[in-house]
């Protein structure tokens, strides 16, 4: 296996070993609660004063007794959660021990996405994983339109974050949709859905390459105060404007500024590539379906 | 920093001396701690390491510290003097380092609470 491959790995694994805690548990609705789960381990679960920045989050251990301390200067919620969950990581994934303990009794943690250690990475999964569990999520998503309007109502229910829902929200749904969080003029991060990927040769936007200039997220973008205050801005547009390909498909792309941390989320929803394959299904076409199935290699 | 061994290294052979220390057979000791039968094997067989979870189970059910299993004490029944040592202390900011130290006191009380 390549090293690639082995992270992917590892880091599915953490995300299922955190479904499947929820299964032994019996815990079968949202929002789980990472509170509750700590305690009932008999960990103890405080808070830092809400002007301390630094780590979101800590793992600490005392002889036999455990406790967790997270960061309130993010006064999301949604993050509060997300960084207890992924100290859970740290708890319940197996090998941590190794990472966590080489001389002390604490453990440190950046949460959310920010980190390239497959320790961390992997306890962020688990985060993903325990507060947004595949099935559960799969199954309330499905009444929810496609688009930033279902991103904001998981994100309720699940209590999460907007952008740690988003994520999730391009993993599980059927729809084909892009999630792409950007600060200023540059990307910092894109997820396709598989749905969306089926469409021919798009172009992934790499982590530090430019937002398309003229669309509605540069715009947007380029005023400070409008992301603060959290603006949003929808708007009809063609898939290639922001991912390239050999495909026209109408797209929405719905922005959303993320408040005083200068980011944006965006989510582009491609609704007419599922609406073909659907109808796809519906021609009896052997033509289309050798030409459905003939792989295509990207150049 | 001196070549240690990893934790879970460590652990493999603690594991196997705590369990003989108590006389019990892998599938007993599985059984006290929950876990699936042929779990102790592969902790002790080095193929799987185990979570903080997992090792306090362990513990508990081998009425040994996570410490001694950790292999930070050479005594079964004692744990770690509460001297916190601060792995990346440079990427603690102090306000972390200090929060850090006055949780971790509340949590020897815990321990020592626990111990009475």
């Not at chain 1, 994934?93 to 920010?114: K, M, N, Q």
């Not at chain 1, 998503?141 to 109502?153: F, T």
């Not at chain 1, 997220?217 to 400070?224: E, S, V």
Request: glycine share 8%; proline share 4%; aromatic share 8%.
């Amino acid at each position: 296996m390549t090293k690639s491959a082995n992270l992917a790995f590892r880091l599915k694994m953490a995300k299922q070993k955190a479904e499947a805690f929820l299964r032994d548990e019996g815990i079968t609705s949202l929002p789980v609660d990472p509170f509750a789960i700590a305690r009932s381990r008999d960990i103890e679960v405080e808070p830092k004063p809400g002007t301390a920045g630094g780590v979101s989050g800590m793992l600490l251990r005392h002889g036999d007794v455990f406790g967790i301390l997270y960061a309130t200067h993010i006064k999301s919620e949604g993050f509060q959660r997300f960084s207890v969950a992924h100290e859970l990581g740290h708890y319940f994934l197996e090998g941590h021990i190794d990472h966590v303990l080489p001389t002390d009794g604490i453990h440190t943690s950046h949460a959310g996405f920010v980190s390239a250690d497959p320790y961390e990475l992997e306890a962020d999964q688990f985060a993903a994983g325990l507060l947004m569990p595949a099935g559960l999520f799969k199954r309330a998503l499905g009444r929810h339109e496609a688009g930033l309007k279902a991103v904001e109502a998981m994100a309720e229910l699940c209590q999460t974050s907007l952008t740690a829902t988003a994520i999730r929200y391009a993993e599980l749904t059927e729809d084909a949709v892009a999630v792409v969080i950007s600060t200023g003029q540059i990307v910092d991060f894109c997820f396709f859905s598989d749905t969306l990927k089926s469409l021919p040769q798009l172009s992934w936007l790499r982590k530090g390459t430019a937002v398309p200039a003229h669309t509605a997220t540069a715009q947007l973008n380029g005023d400070a105060q409008r992301v603060a205050q959290g603006d949003r801005v929808e708007e009809d547009i063609d898939i290639r404007d922001w991912l390239g390909g050999t495909r026209s498909a109408r797209a929405s792309e719905q922005v959303f500024g993320l408040g005083g941390y200068g980011k944006t989320l965006t989510i582009l929803t491609c609704p007419s590539v599922q609406a073909e394959t659907y109808q796809d299904e519906d021609e009896d076409d052997d033509e289309s379906m050798t030409e459905r199935w003939t792989p295509r290699f990207r150049g | 920093m001196t070549q240690e061994s990893a934790p879970s290294e460590l652990f493999r052979e603690r594991l196997k001396a705590a369990r003989e220390l108590r006389e019990l057979k892998q599938s007993e000791l599985a059984e006290r701690a929950k876990l699936p039968p042929s779990s102790i094997a592969h902790f002790e067989g080095g193929s799987r390491k185990p979570s903080f979870d997992t090792l306090r189970r362990l513990a508990n059910a081998l009425e040994v510290t996570t410490d001694y299993l950790l292999g930070r004490v050479d005594d079964p029944g004692l744990a770690e003097a509460g001297d916190p040592l601060y792995r990346d202390i440079g990427k603690l900011t102090g306000t972390d380092r200090e929060m850090a130290k006055n949780f971790l006191e509340m949590l020897a009380n815990k321990s020592k609470e626990k111990k009475k």
